[in-house]
């Protein structure tokens, strides 16, 4: 279900295996870029160590973001859960294991332009999500459509951000 309006729309997912990595920093001192660039690099040895390859584009999922701690998990969806790949809550903090995306019911837009412009994004998925009387649910993610280094322009860059949502009571 999409609302042409605001090309923000509900989407129900299936949950999707990833393997992924998860860092925890301060606030004032966190970096994306550059916890995600390192994410990447780590990402991309420990597939190709265990002969995986990823099903979709690289995502960040924020546990926690705008207190004092900012709590990332960085990762790529897979096929299925590849062996050898012990289960992300298991291994060190900044090492690669096994998650999930969760499934369920997820408001959807899909942000065009630099990624330091997202958070308008968030601010319109967050109003949109209140005006249809639903509740946000916990740990957003961005789906990086778009590789920057293929993209001409930086405006045409493509983001998917997906908030779970609250499930509705009856």
Known sequence: M?????DIGIEQLAPQVTAALRVREPMAT???GRIFGDAMGRLGARLGSIGAEPAGPPFARYHDWGGETADIEIGFPL?????GLADLA?????EVGASMLPGGEAAVIVHRGPYPTLGEAYRRLGEWI???GREAGEAPWESYLDDPATV?????LRT???WPLAEVRG
């Open 152 to 156: 001409e322009a930086v405006a045409a």
């Open 160 to 162: 998917a951000v997906v």
């Open 2 to 6: 999409t609302d042409e309006a605001t």
């Open 90 to 94: 298991d291994v060190p903090e900044g």
């Open 30 to 32: 966190v970096d994306v």
């Open 130 to 132: 209140r005006a249809r």
């Open 79 to 83: 096929a299925s859960r590849p062996a």
